[in-house]
């Protein structure tokens, strides 16, 4: 069974390189730090996540993605100053390196700014963190720390999940910057017509 933690334990086991069950401003999701490629192939083993559907990356601060060597443009900011801290993951150039590490075959990876104080302040501790659903491929997304627990009871590998009660919120809209125009990869929380006006 998977267990309950708090906020420390679950900082103390993501820092060791584990993978834990969070819940963030849309759903739960599974979070290992990015500098744990342990963790990361972690995560998708858990989901059983095809290798080539690249994680996105929680991060607190646009800070942290120069850090990471995104390839941060204007119309990037634009987004983040309208829509961040909330549910607009946006997918920008990254070394390969990084890409690498996380699934992505075309050198660029999605990054946001979650809107939970909670997990931000987690991020600021221990570093970004690369989160997708908790919840097996293909299936719903968990919104209750008792559906993580009942989709990955059987998962040893799973560190626990901090209950933070029932998340309801619709997943991220995942709109892609790489290129010289924009494209909407997942439709989400955030309207394709109001990225639009942003970018427009």
């Not at 993978?19 to 990015?34: F, Q, S």
């Not at 290798?51 to 443009?73: E, H, K």
């Not at 989709?151 to 626990?160: H, I, T, V």
Request: proline share 6%; hydrophobic share 50%.
């Amino acid at each position: 069974m998977v267990r309950i933690i708090n906020v420390e334990v679950a900082i103390a086991t993501l820092d060791g390189g584990g993978v834990v069950a969070l819940p963030t401003d849309t759903v739960y999701g599974l979070a290992g730090e990015v500098s744990h490629p342990a963790a990361i192939a972690t995560i998708f083993q858990l989901k059983d996540r095809p290798p080539t559907r690249a994680l996105p990356v929680l991060v607190d601060s646009v800070g942290q993605l120069a850090y990471l060597g995104a390839v941060w443009n204007e119309r990037a900011q634009k987004l983040a100053d309208a829509f961040w801290p909330g549910a607009l993951t946006i997918v920008v150039a990254v070394p390969h390196e990084l890409a690498a590490l996380l699934g992505s075959e075309n050198d660029t990876v999605g990054f946001r700014i979650p809107d939970d104080d909670v997990v931000r302040r987690m991020i600021a501790v221990i570093g970004p963190l690369a989160v997708s659903s908790a919840n097996l491929h293909g299936a719903p997304a968990c919104h209750s720390a008792h559906e993580v627990r009942d989709m990955f009871a059987s998962q040893r590998d799973l560190g626990g999940v901090v209950d933070g009660g029932e998340r309801s919120g619709d997943v991220s809209t995942v709109v892609d910057l790489s290129g010289p125009s924009w494209t909407i990869l997942r439709d989400g929380a955030i309207l394709a017509s109001q990225i639009a006006s942003v970018l427009a």
